[in-house]
């Protein structure tokens, strides 16, 4: 079957670096997607990968690689406002989104 | 402008009542989604158009039927409505199908309460 982890909760503190994993079993690849959800609101996207490497946006970086099936999510010099869950999601052989079930990241003062 | 519209944003119903939620699209994508997210937040697809036709149709209850009038508009209708359909339903839309690089835009979100 077709499966992606990811931890369910992690604490960070304001300014600091928190790195969040996701490893993946799917049928076939075709890019894995970050997108960001705060409380209540809609998921938006962050992120996409589909070649092994290092992307850079700012305070936010992903990295896949396509071996281990492995992909991490780092944020830098973390703010209040990045409270929010992490939903990582691998497009499989047929272009279908699989779904982790998110890191709700939570940042103390 | 927002680009991903659903209303309503909240619905509170009795069970066995039918109830629509209503999504439009003005980015111009071929490809519309629904999506049901859970309490544990798990996202999970039900049905998927392109160009108004159906392309995935997940295993959901047939009290479910989406539809489509044109591809800027993706409505979802539920029958005898159950406990278990309390949720979370997003519209989303993508520029097309069959692409790796496939970004979903979601919209707001619209609460269904089942009492």
């Known amino acids: 079957g077709q499966n992606i982890d990811q931890p369910t909760e992690m604490t960070a503190t304001e300014g600091a670096i928190v790195q969040i994993n996701c490893t993946y079993q799917t049928s076939g690849f075709n890019g894995l997607f970050w997108y960001q959800q705060h409380a209540g609101e809609a998921p938006t996207f962050l992120s996409y990968n589909v070649l092994d490497g290092l992307e850079e946006k700012g305070r936010f970086s992903s990295f896949l690689s396509r071996s281990k099936g492995y992909s991490y999510l780092l944020l830098k010099e973390l703010q209040m406002k990045d409270s929010a869950s992490y939903l990582c999601a691998v497009s499989d052989s047929n272009y279908q989104l699989i779904w982790g079930a998110g890191t709700k990241l939570i940042i103390k003062p | 402008d927002t680009a991903v519209s659903q209303t309503p944003k909240y619905l509170v119903t009795q069970m066995g009542n039918d109830k629509s939620i209503k999504c439009e699209q003005n980015?111009?994508?071929?490809?519309m989604y629904w999506y049901k997210q859970d309490s544990k937040k798990f996202l999970k697809i039900m049905f998927s158009y392109n160009n108004k036709e159906l392309i995935i149709n997940e295993t959901v209850p047939n009290r479910f039927s989406p539809k489509s009038p044109d591809k800027a508009h993706l409505n979802l209708h539920i029958n005898s409505l159950e406990l278990g359909d309390s949720a979370v339903y997003f519209c989303a839309s993508s520029q097309a199908w069959g692409s790796g690089a496939n970004v979903l835009t979601f919209g707001a979100g619209s609460r269904l309460t089942v009492l």
């Open positions: 980015l111009g994508h071929d490809t």
